[in-house]
């Protein structure tokens, strides 16, 4: 990457880099990315070639193996929102849960479903229920 006399690299006395960041586009990350993923090279020759910290080359691979550097906003990738309600407040850690109570045979057969998370919450949807849909929103929670 030349740099032209407009982005001169100015540096503090411990070689730190000063002034407004460098910005790059999604295709110039997807780029950089896909020249890591060529047999024989490695994240900090590719990062180095491309004058950037190889921390930040990793931040996009993991950003491109979750489909986030894909400029093209597809509807068929992008997952459709359910609406939701949150049956229980959000607790402090160091709280204790109190289970709720449960809900009655004749609630569950309306058609609900309760999603319970790793992290301890759980999510109740209620009505007739999408199977993509809630797939998509699943494969959403389960990567936050």
Avoid: C
């Amino acid at each position: 990457m030349d740099t032209s006399p407009e982005e001169t690299v100015s540096t503090d006395s411990l070689g730190r880099r000063t002034g407004p960041r460098r910005q790059h586009s999604l295709e110039e990350k997807r780029r950089i990315v896909e020249e890591t993923h060529v047999r024989g090279s490695s994240v900090s020759t590719v990062a180095r070639r491309h004058n950037v910290n190889p921390n930040q080359v990793f931040a996009w691979r993991q950003l491109y193996r979750q489909g986030l550097l894909d400029g093209k906003a597809n509807p068929e990738t992008t997952p459709a929102l359910l609406p939701v309600k949150v049956s229980t407040p959000t607790l402090m850690p160091t709280e204790r849960a109190r289970r709720a109570p449960r809900e009655s045979s004749a609630e569950q057969q309306a058609g609900g479903i309760e999603i319970k998370l790793a992290n301890g919450h759980s999510v109740v949807v209620h009505g007739q229920i999408d199977p993509k849909s809630l797939a998509r929103v699943i494969d959403v929670l389960v990567r936050r």
